[in-house]
């Protein structure tokens, strides 16, 4: 071969081996959300790609419902994506021995932990391995419509009475289609934990899944969640389940207003604010109370996390891009309050200077609502488990029902719920 034959090969190869050098990484990142989330997260990926151009991120994006199912299967065939918004409660579910995700521990050349209270981050690490980046806490609290409320001519609820009296005051004022309240049968769990934990300061579970209520009291919790239907405070599982699956806040009784309002995070009011019919505004009102308590029974717990799986093939790059979403001012501000207030100090900060941290914007009205209340319940991830909210919502379909006393359906929910916690936990 000749020299000028073997320095076009040369060349040829040189120049083949820089393009496939300079080829971007390519990441995968999932999460969860409504519209306004998708949006201010998918501009904050495009400041990050502008940023770090060698570095090219797939977005994949759903609704609340359903993700978790896809999720699921992704992380049992090892197809999860690089960065993945995720649920704290699911740690129980992925990474019993801490191993189901990357561990961000070996990635702090990369991520910033300085920026973050030992306590946050103790939150998200199982058995010693850091499992993902807290994103923020969030606690439910009550919310309403402000002009349905008006209509019905009632203050808003500070006591149980009242809470309980609304439901008749709704359905005579306004009609049987009208209801005080609206909620998933998650949120009526959490419901009736701040309702026992007032009455006997005991929550539903205690850190190990066990019970903690005996007969009497569950006969009085399942007597509770029976009222809510009986009483017209909200909507019973059947009358609910005649709109269909979906979110809350995209069916037409709560676009309408016939929905009045919720006990929910306060992390994901926005998007029940976002499908209001103007001029309805969705305001904090009182958390709701026994009289004679200080005991609230408000349930804080980690909202999310940023996760990096274990089978990335670009540990380093996903850090990158975790550390970006979560510090970088561009991406702070594009994110704003979507995921909640930032528990990154850096963050918060930024957000606070420029105003979008508002001591009048129910979404951190109602987290420092919370704050400023005494509790002394600690986050169980078998509060939330989906196993358990499927036998509450038999439960509640049973005594609808009205086959079953509150008693009998509290010993078949209890008998249900105790083998799945054995199944999760062994």
């Known amino acids: 071969m000749n020299k000028i034959a073997s320095g076009v090969i040369a060349s040829l190869l040189f120049s083949c081996t820089s393009a496939w050098a300079q080829q971007p990484v390519e990441l995968r990142m999932s999460w969860w959300g409504g519209n306004s989330r998708h949006q201010a997260t998918l501009k904050a990926l495009e400041a990050f790609e502008k940023k770090y151009p060698d570095i090219k991120v797939k977005a994949e994006y759903t609704g609340w419902d359903g993700h978790l199912s896809r999720l ?14 995720t649920n704290w409660p699911w740690l129980i579910i992925f990474s019993k021995n801490g191993e189901g995700y990357y561990d961000l521990n070996k990635l702090k050349d990369e991520l910033d932990f300085s920026q973050y209270q030992a306590k946050d981050l103790q939150s998200t690490t199982v058995k010693g391995k850091l499992n993902g980046l807290p994103i923020s806490v969030n606690a439910p609290v009550f919310y309403y419509n402000d002009v349905t409320w008006k209509k019905a001519g009632l203050a808003y609820p500070k006591t149980w009475d009242e809470f309980f009296a609304a439901g008749k005051v709704f359905q005579q004022k306004l009609g049987d289609n009208y209801y005080p309240y609206t909620m998933v049968d998650q949120d009526v769990i959490l419901l009736l934990n701040a309702y026992m934990m007032q009455k006997h300061q005991k929550p539903m579970f205690n850190s190990d899944g066990k019970f903690t209520w005996n007969d009497a009291e569950w006969s009085e919790a399942f007597s509770f969640v029976k009222r809510l239907s009986d009483d017209h405070v909200l ?9 269909g699956k979906g979110n809350l806040y995209e069916m037409k009784p709560w676009i309408n207003g016939e929905w009045g309002g919720l006990f929910t995070w306060n992390i994901t009011i926005r998007m029940f604010a976002n499908n209001m019919t103007p001029p309805a505004k969705l305001v904090l009102g009182d958390y709701v109370m026994q009289p004679g308590t200080e005991e609230s029974g408000v349930y804080f717990k980690t909202s999310q996390m940023f ?5 990335t093939k670009h540990p380093k790059e996903a850090a990158i891009l975790l550390n970006f979403l979560v510090s970088d001012p561009q991406s702070v501000e594009a994110l704003g309050l979507e995921r909640g207030i930032p528990l990154n100090k850096a963050a918060e900060t930024l957000l606070t200077e420029k105003g979008v941290i508002d001591p009048n914007d129910p979404v951190v009205a109602g987290l420092r609502q919370a704050q400023s209340l005494h509790t002394t319940v600690v986050a169980t991830p078998f509060i939330e488990d989906l196993q358990v909210i499927d036998q509450f919502t038999s439960a509640r379909e049973k005594l609808d029902m009205g086959k079953q006393t509150p008693a009998q359906v509290a010993a078949d929910f209890r008998q249900q719920v105790e083998r799945i916690v054995r199944r999760v936990t062994r």
Do not use: F, I, W
């Open 72 to 85: 699921t299967t992704q992380m049992a065939s090892g197809t999860e994506p690089d960065v993945m918004q």
């Open 235 to 243: 909507p019973a599982p059947k009358r609910l389940s005649s709109y």
């Open 307 to 311: 996760s990096v799986a274990k089978s």
